[in-house]
C-alpha cells in the first residue's frame, strides 16, 4: 500500500538564501551534538575513571553514531544514511542507529523507509513510545470516503463518513502530494511545519452550526501548505497531520524534532467563553509580563484539549534530548517566536478578518512541548457567529489561507537571515 507522508518539498531554493535558512535550526541541533558528545563523555568518564580526559573525548567523538548525527546537522543527509545503514548491517540489534536512520530517510523524502527503520527500532525495542509516535506519524493514511467504509484501516465499530470539508481537504491534501519538484539534500532550505490542530475523536471547537475547529484547520493548513509550495521561496514545508487522524499535543512536537523544524506554526479556530472575541490572533511563548485576556482564553480553551488527550512519554535518549533543549533554548525559542508572530501580525494585512486580532503571548502547553520557535495562529472563533459563517464558507476559507500563507512566507523572508535574539 502507498504511504503518504505529511511532506510537501519546494523547489530551487534562491541563491545565497540556502546558507542563513539553515541558521537558527542548525545552531539548535549542533548545539544538541555538543550536549550528547559531553553526556557521552560523562558516562565513559564514571564508567573508567582512570581514564584520561582527552582519550574519554576521543573514545565519544569516535562513536560512529555521533558522526552520523553531525553529518544530519550538517545537511549531508544521504552520507548519513549511507554511514547508518553500514551500522545497522554490522549490527542489527543496534536501536538507536535505527531511529536515527529513520530520521535521515524522513528528512531526505522517503518515507517508506524511514518507516521500516522506525518499526525495526520498535522490534528491538518495543516501550519506546516517542518512535512509535514518529512511525504513526509518517504512516498516515487519507480519510475514507467510501459509502459503507466509513471506518478506517484497522479500527473497529467505525465512523460517520466523512464531512463534505474533510473532503475538500482530501482533494487538496492530492493536489499538493502531487507539486512539482524536490530540494536536494543538503541544501539547507528553511524547514517549516505546519500543524492543522485537533483531529479524530478531538474535534476542537463546534460553532452553532456544527461546524467542527479540527475539519477548519485541516482545510486552512492543506491549501495554505500549497500556497507556499507554489511561491517557490526556497521552504521545505512539512504538516503533523494530513487527514483526520488523531494526534496528541505530544505527537504533534514529535513533528518539530522528525522534520528539524526551524519555524513551528499551529493553526486553531478556537470556541472562547466570550462571543464577541474575533479575528485573527498570532500568539508565541511567554517571555514574562501580563497575558491579554484574549491569551488567558484561547490557552484556557487549548489546554483543556490538549490535556484531555493520550499522552506519550518521550523515551530513552530522546528524553535526554528534549530535556537538554527544553533547559537551554527555550528563551531563545520564544524571542524567536515572539518576532515571528510580531511580523505575522504585521504581514497580515488582508483577507476575511484583516484589521480584526491582534499579537500576544500565551502560556500553551503546545509551546512548552514543542523544540523549536513556535507560534499558534487563531484563524478566527467558531465561538463567533460572523467568524463562524467565514470559517464554513469555502470561498472565504480559500482566501484566508492565501493571505495567511502570503503573511508567512513574508516574515520568514525578512526573519529567517536574522540572528537569534
Known amino acids: 500500500m502507498k504511504i503518504n507522508t505529511p511532506r510537501i518539498?519546494?523547489?530551487?531554493?534562491?541563491?545565497?538564501?540556502?546558507?542563513?535558512?539553515?541558521?537558527?535550526?542548525?545552531?539548535?541541533r549542533r548545539f544538541?551534538?555538543?550536549?550528547?558528545?559531553?553526556?557521552?563523555?560523562?558516562?565513559?568518564?564514571?564508567?573508567?575513571?582512570?581514564?584520561?580526559?582527552?582519550?574519554?573525548?576521543?573514545?565519544?567523538?569516535?562513536?560512529?553514531?555521533?558522526?552520523?548525527?553531525?553529518?544530519?546537522?550538517?545537511?549531508?543527509?544521504?552520507?548519513?544514511?549511507?554511514?547508518?545503514?553500514?551500522?545497522?548491517?554490522a549490527d542489527p540489534?543496534?536501536?538507536?542507529?535505527?531511529?536515527?536512520?529513520?530520521?535521515?530517510?524522513?528528512?531526505?523524502?522517503?518515507?517508506?523507509?524511514?518507516?521500516?527503520?522506525?518499526?525495526?527500532?520498535?522490534?528491538?525495542?518495543?516501550?519506546?513510545?516517542?518512535?512509535?509516535?514518529?512511525?504513526?506519524?509518517?504512516?498516515q493514511r487519507p480519510v475514507p470516503d467510501v459509502p459503507g467504509q466509513e471506518g478506517r484501516a484497522g479500527e473497529k465499530g467505525g465512523r460517520r463518513s466523512a464531512s463534505r470539508l474533510e473532503k475538500a481537504a482530501l482533494a487538496e491534501r492530492e493536489a499538493f502530494i502531487a507539486g512539482q519538484g524536490r530540494v536536494s539534500p543538503g541544501t539547507g532550505p528553511f524547514r517549516l511545519v505546519i500543524d492543522a490542530g485537533h483531529g479524530g475523536p478531538d474535534t476542537g471547537g463546534v460553532a452553532a452550526s456544527g461546524l467542527r475547529e479540527k475539519d477548519v484547520t485541516l482545510d486552512l493548513a492543506l491549501q495554505a501548505a500549497r500556497e507556499i509550495q507554489e511561491a517557490d521561496a526556497g521552504v521545505a514545508v512539512f504538516?503533523?497531520?494530513?487527514?483526520?487522524?488523531?494526534?496528541?499535543?505530544a505527537a504533534r512536537a514529535a513533528c518539530a524534532d522528525l522534520y528539524a523544524a526551524d519555524l513551528f506554526l499551529s493553526l486553531h479556530a478556537p470556541f472562547v467563553d466570550d462571543a464577541a472575541v474575533s479575528g485573527t490572533f498570532f500568539f508565541s511563548r511567554p517571555k514574562?509580563?501580563?497575558?491579554?485576556?484574549?491569551?488567558?482564553?484561547?490557552?484556557?480553551?487549548?489546554?483543556?484539549l490538549a490535556g484531555a488527550g493520550a499522552g506519550f512519554p518521550r523515551a530513552g535518549h530522546h528524553g535526554l534530548e528534549a530535556a537538554l533543549l527544553r533547559e537551554d533554548m527555550a528563551g531563545r525559542y520564544a524571542g524567536q517566536g515572539a518576532r515571528y508572530a510580531a511580523w505575522l501580525g504585521k504581514s497580515l494585512k488582508a483577507g476575511p478578518?484583516?484589521?480584526?486580532?491582534?499579537?500576544?503571548?500565551?502560556?500553551?502547553?503546545?509551546?512548552?512541548?514543542?523544540?523549536a520557535p513556535a507560534v499558534l495562529t487563531a484563524m478566527g472563533f467558531l465561538s463567533n457567529p460572523a467568524d463562524a459563517a467565514v470559517l464554513a464558507d469555502a470561498a472565504r476559507r480559500k482566501e484566508l489561507a492565501g493571505t495567511w500563507a502570503r503573511a508567512v512566507l513574508e516574515a520568514m523572508d525578512a526573519l529567517r537571515g536574522m540572528p537569534p535574539p
Open 9 to 28: 518539498d519546494i523547489p530551487k531554493a534562491q541563491p545565497g538564501k540556502a546558507a542563513h535558512a539553515a541558521g537558527s535550526g542548525l545552531g539548535r
Open 353 to 371: 478578518f484583516a484589521g480584526k486580532g491582534g499579537v500576544a503571548a500565551a502560556d500553551l502547553s503546545l509551546f512548552r512541548a514543542v523544540d
Open 239 to 249: 504538516l503533523t497531520r494530513m487527514s483526520d487522524i488523531p494526534l496528541s499535543q
Open 288 to 304: 514574562g509580563g501580563e497575558e491579554t485576556a484574549v491569551a488567558r482564553a484561547v490557552a484556557a480553551f487549548e489546554n483543556r
Open 93 to 139: 540489534r543496534n536501536e538507536r542507529a535505527y531511529v536515527l536512520l529513520g530520521r535521515a530517510c524522513a528528512q531526505a523524502g522517503n518515507p517508506a523507509q524511514a518507516l521500516a527503520a522506525f518499526r525495526e527500532a520498535l522490534r528491538l525495542n518495543p516501550a519506546d513510545t516517542y518512535t512509535r509516535m514518529l512511525a504513526d506519524i509518517l504512516a
Open 32 to 89: 544538541l551534538v555538543r550536549m550528547a558528545e559531553f553526556a557521552a563523555v560523562a558516562a565513559v568518564s564514571q564508567l573508567f575513571p582512570a581514564l584520561p580526559l582527552a582519550k574519554s573525548l576521543a573514545l565519544a567523538a569516535s562513536d560512529p553514531l555521533a558522526a552520523a548525527q553531525r553529518l544530519l546537522d550538517a545537511g549531508k543527509i544521504e552520507e548519513a544514511a549511507a554511514d547508518l545503514r553500514r551500522i545497522t548491517a
